[in-house]
């Protein structure tokens, strides 16, 4: 998430609150805690009835210098600190946001991070006032581990190296779904995935050259494995993204995982068949056009679903959104979108401003 910014060419950020100390005897040459956030208020239609929808939230990022030039950070939103709503998942805990460590040799992160195949190729562009989540983010690639994924054994690790146009790019789990808070209470975790006893990675690469990317990625998961092939373009007013992921053993359940009961693969009896089905493939196709303050963004993916069940057969989820922005200045931008996915069996859209502070 967050690509269309690169398109925009420009990032509307507004510090509220900053603050420097310089410890010497800490180790360290300087730190700052500065405060940011976003907000939104418009309306969403849900396929039945139009809603109203806003929400605003608060971002930390802290960030320093050690005396031999090693910098080092971490980030996270207020709200992923409700440690009544969900004790497992906070920044205190490490499944939420994220910390961070980089220097000559690269740049280590610990927490919520994405995969190594993400970070490499990311995710299709985003449409609408709520960013494609009137749609359960549609736009977004499924990939094996991270982001999201594999919380039960707490926080995930990702390391980053440049060099002459190439990134390489890994990350993983530790493979332990073993609750440990009792000895210290920042690190606790909680087993809820069957696979959670195994370690999951990522293992990827881009190469970037002047307007123009394409990455490679794998990642396993127990059994489960993938393949993604991204590529990016830009030239002039237009962006144009694809993205090509092939999955071997990988139930068809974790891509239904996000939306429950919504629009599950079923039988001829409307029975829900779909742990029956293996996860096969995605395919995705974006694009953007700028024309001064008006960003117009599109996207189209498929899904595909395969069974050796006599009596079934092979199903494919396609999705498409349209969308557009319109930059007021100052960090606020009109945008609207239009989402039709067969996850939900309906045609859903949002209209609305967004804020950047």
């Given at each position: 998430m967050g690509h269309m910014r690169e398109i925009r060419g420009k990032t509307m950020k507004k510090v509220l609150f900053a603050t420097s100390a310089l410890v010497l005897s800490a180790g360290f040459a300087s730190?700052?805690?500065?405060?940011?956030?976003?907000?939104r208020m418009g309306m969403i239609y849900d396929g039945n009835d139009v809603q109203f929808a806003s929400r605003a939230r608060v971002l930390f990022t802290l960030t320093g210098e050690s005396d031999a030039g090693l910098s080092f950070g971490a980030k996270f939103r207020v709200d992923?600190?409700?440690?009544?709503?969900?004790?497992?998942?906070?920044?205190?805990?490490?499944?939420?946001?994220?910390?961070?460590?980089?220097?000559?040799?690269?740049?280590?992160?610990?927490?919520?991070?994405?995969?190594a195949s993400e970070a490499a190729i990311g995710d299709l562009y985003e449409v609408g006032y709520t960013d494609g989540a009137v749609?359960?983010?549609?736009?977004?690639?499924?990939?094996?581990?991270?982001?999201?994924?594999?919380?039960?054994?707490?926080?995930?690790?990702?390391?980053?190296?440049g060099i002459n146009g190439f990134t390489f790019y890994a990350s993983a789990t530790d493979g332990s779904d073993r609750s440990w808070g009792s000895v210290t209470f920042g690190d606790n975790t909680e087993d809820e995935d069957a696979l959670s006893n195994k370690v999951a990675y990522s293992l990827a690469a881009k190469y970037e050259v002047d307007n123009y990317n394409v990455g490679l990625g794998f990642?396993?998961?127990?059994?489960?494995?993938?393949?993604?092939?991204?590529?990016?373009?830009?030239?002039?007013?237009?962006?144009?993204?694809?993205?090509?992921?092939?999955?071997?053993?990988?139930?068809?359940?974790?891509?239904?995982?996000?939306?429950?009961?919504?629009?599950?693969?079923t039988n001829a009896a409307g029975a829900n068949v779909t742990g029956d089905y293996n996860f096969k493939?995605?395919?995705?196709?974006?694009?953007a056009y700028q024309a001064d303050a008006l960003l117009v963004k599109a996207f189209w993916r498929q899904d595909k679903f395969t069974t050796d069940v006599v009596g079934l057969s092979n199903?494919?989820?396609?999705?498409?959104?349209?969308?557009?922005?319109?930059d007021l200045g100052g960090g606020a931008t009109l945008a609207g979108g239009i989402i039709d996915t067969d996850y939900l069996q309906d045609t859903v859209a949002d209209l609305g401003i967004k804020f950047k502070f």
């Open positions: 730190a700052e805690v500065a405060v940011s956030g976003d907000g992923q600190e409700n440690y009544k709503a969900d004790p497992y998942r906070s920044a205190a805990r490490g499944s939420a946001g994220q910390i961070w460590i980089s220097g000559t040799y690269g740049k280590l992160s610990m927490g919520d991070v994405v995969s749609a359960f983010d549609s736009e977004e690639i499924s990939y094996l581990t991270a982001d999201g994924n594999n919380l039960g054994q707490g926080p995930a690790v990702l390391y980053e190296y990642g396993k998961h127990g059994d489960a494995k993938e393949i993604v092939l991204g590529a990016e373009g830009k030239f002039d007013q237009f962006s144009v993204k694809g993205v090509y992921a092939h999955y071997k053993d990988r139930s068809a359940v974790d891509a239904f995982a996000a939306i429950t009961g919504k629009n599950p693969i493939s995605t395919i995705g196709l974006s694009g199903e494919k989820y396609n999705s498409y959104g349209i969308g557009a922005d319109y």
